[in-house]
């Protein structure tokens, strides 16, 4: 389930200008679309990595992702912001109303189900929440 290839979003402050992607030959860039191969150099200023997941649109979920997630059978879906932990060294949802952090591995299991995962939105197009967060 979790993708082993790095893949990186890259953005200009708020805008999705790239993606990147480690292989073999080095760092392979594709335009904000990532069939479109880019003609120039991007700017960038913001590289989001990939958790290495996919939502149940199949869309790659990044940091600073907002998803609408549901735990177990519950009927009510939350919103939460996808970040990095640098204690654990692993990706994880941050609950905006609780403000708890659930991993998104235990090891190799994977604790949420995938269609039970939605990206709805980005941190970075939210400014207030990203001063509310300090991110």
Request: glycine content about 6%; proline content about 1%; charged content about 30%.
């Amino acid at each position: 389930m979790r993708s082993k290839i790095q893949k990186y979003r890259l953005r200009d402050d708020k805008t999705i200008v790239g993606y990147a992607e480690e292989t073999a030959e080095g760092m392979l860039f594709t335009g904000k679309f990532p069939l479109f191969w880019l003609k120039s150099k991007q700017k960038f200023s913001h590289v989001d990595q990939a958790v290495g997941i996919l939502d149940k649109l199949n869309r790659m979920i990044y940091e600073y992702d907002i998803l609408s997630y549901k735990i177990n059978d519950s009927q009510m879906r939350r919103e939460g912001i996808v970040l990095w932990s640098e204690e654990k060294l692993a990706f994880g949802i941050f609950d905006i109303e609780s403000r708890h952090f659930s991993f998104f591995f235990v090891g190799n299991l994977f604790l949420f189900e995938k269609d039970k995962v939605e990206i709805i939105s980005h941190a970075f197009n939210r400014p207030k929440l990203m001063a509310e967060f300090k991110l």
